[in-house]
Each structure stands twice: as C-alpha cells, then as structure tokens.
C-alpha cells in the first residue's frame, strides 16, 4: 500500500514569510508525528497526534509553528515569519496507534526547507 | 529525558567484513527500539523493530540485540556490500512519552568495494 507522503519535497523561502508543509499519513493510522532533522542538530521530536487531537506539542520550538491534522488523516505545519535556523529536513511519520501492537512509526521522505 | 548515544559516529570498512553498531539509552522503560537506514538528502527507512519483550530480532543479513536493562542495543550487519553504506539511527520509544522517538545522532558507514 501507499507509504507516507509529504510535499512539497523541497521550500525555498525568504526570512519572513510563512511556510505551510503538508503530511498525508498512511490510511487507518491514528497517531502521526512531526520531527524535524537540522544540519548538526540530529532529528528532534516537535509535535504528536492521535487522531485530530495534539496531546504533545512540548517539541515546538517557539510559538510560530502550528500544526492541526483534521478529518485524522492529512496534517499541515504551519512556520510563520520563517527564520534562518528554521532550514532544516521536517520529517513526518504516522503509526497505527492504538489500533495496532507495535507503535512502529512509518517515515515519509521529509521536506527540505531553505530559508534565505 | 531519554539520551540515545551511538557509538562510533562512522565506520569505514572493506566489502564482506561484518559490521557492528551499538546503540545505548539512559531510560531503560522502553516500550520498543527501532533501527533506521538513512541515505544521503533521503528519508528514513525503518530496518528492523524490538518490542522491549524481546531479545533480538532478525531481517536477512540484519540482527539486532536488545538488552533492556542494561540500555544497549546492537545492529549487526554480516557479509557488508558497498549498498550498505548509509547513516544507521537508532530510535527508542517509552509508553510515557506518547511513544514518540529519541533519537541517536547515528553512525556513518561506508562499505568500501
């Protein structure tokens, strides 16, 4: 079946703007999760989801991200009035939550955000 | 908080050596650990899962070990090719903590042919 999907693939954007980035999780999958992936950072967790609810959102790093997921299914997170330490890969991963046995989290392939 | 620390942060060896990449975590309450591949501007692909009930798990030429209590686990690749070379991450989870991933900063392995 379809894997996890994320677009766009690659963001160039100017410091100031916002930037919206879009996750479709695999189908049936509750939980879905946001992490973001910065040159000498290591990937670091920023939001959860389980169903349209957001239990964790302590790994955001500063009131200018947001990210909502309706209908549990698709999820956008939203950086307003980018920054130059916002370029990095954000990564999504879902996992079937409580419907399944193991919480193993499927990767989609990221988006590469550059903010110049 | 849960720190995951892989040691060594890169490996060169010669095609057909095995290889041997260790993961440790502070946390021992792990619900399950993940080893991942990750190559170049690509994304993650997971390699293999460890339910903390478990001991090891194995995929083709991938074996990996999980000892709980002493926070280690361990990926082993045999009879490397030069396909191999790639960033392996290791990600432990906690029933705590929704679940969500800690990662280690990873080790760097280049098979050369």
């Known amino acids: 079946g379809a894997g996890v999907s994320q677009s766009p693939s690659n963001k160039v954007t100017e410091k100031g703007k916002d930037v919206e980035l879009r996750c479709d999780p695999i189908s049936g999958h509750t939980a879905l999760y946001w992490y973001r992936q910065s040159l000498g950072q290591g990937l670091e967790f920023l939001i959860y989801?389980?169903?349209?609810?957001?239990?964790?959102k302590s790994g955001l790093p500063s009131d200018r991200f947001s990210a909502e997921r309706t209908g549990g299914s698709v999820s956008t997170l939203t950086i307003q009035r980018t920054q130059q330490e916002d370029s990095a890969v954000y990564l999504c991963a879902s996992s079937p939550g409580l419907a399944g046995p193991s919480y193993e989290q499927y990767f989609g392939p990221g988006t590469r955000l550059t903010v110049t | 908080k849960q720190e995951v620390t892989q040691i060594p942060a890169a490996l060169s060896v010669p095609e057909g050596e095995n290889l041997v990449l260790n993961c440790s975590f502070t946390?021992?309450?792990?619900?399950?650990l993940q080893w991942f591949r990750q190559d170049p501007g690509k994304g993650l692909t997971s390699l293999l899962l460890i339910q903390s009930s478990q001991r090891e798990q194995t995929s083709g030429r991938l074996n990996a070990s999980l000892d709980k209590s002493s926070g280690r686990s361990t990926l082993y690749i045999a009879a490397s090719q030069p396909g191999d070379s790639a960033t392996y991450l290791c990600a432990v989870s906690t029933r705590s903590n929704d679940y969500k991933l800690s990662f280690g900063a990873g080790t760097t392995v280049t098979v050369r042919a």
């Open positions: 946390d021992s309450a792990i619900y399950n």
């Open positions: 989801f389980q169903g349209n609810s957001a239990p964790d």
